[in-house]
């Protein structure tokens, strides 16, 4: 959370993946989803994998496996 507070859950990321989908939030690694809204730039790197930087400043690491997602919510829809 942007204040720095951490909830636990107990339950699998798959499933949080579905609950949270509606509201905004993506998968951009096996271990991290985060909030759209939050996204402020996606930079690739040359592995494929790639940076996701926050409002808040914080740097997270995607994996190439779900670059693509990541990538779609910068673009304008079609």
């Known amino acids: 959370l942007a204040s720095g507070q951490k909830h636990l859950i107990r339950t699998t990321l798959q ?3 579905e609950r949270l989908k509606p509201v ?3 998968r951009i690694h096996r271990t991290r989803l985060v909030n759209a809204a939050r996204l402020r730039r996606i930079a690739t790197r040359p592995s494929g994998d790639f ?3 926050l409002d808040t400043g ?3 690491t995607g994996s ?3 670059r693509a997602d990541a990538l779609a919510l910068l673009r304008p829809p079609a």
């Open 24 to 26: 905004g939030f993506v």
């Open 51 to 53: 940076d996701v930087e």
């Open 15 to 17: 499933a949080e993946e």
């Open 64 to 66: 190439r496996r779900y």
């Open 58 to 60: 914080e740097s997270l």
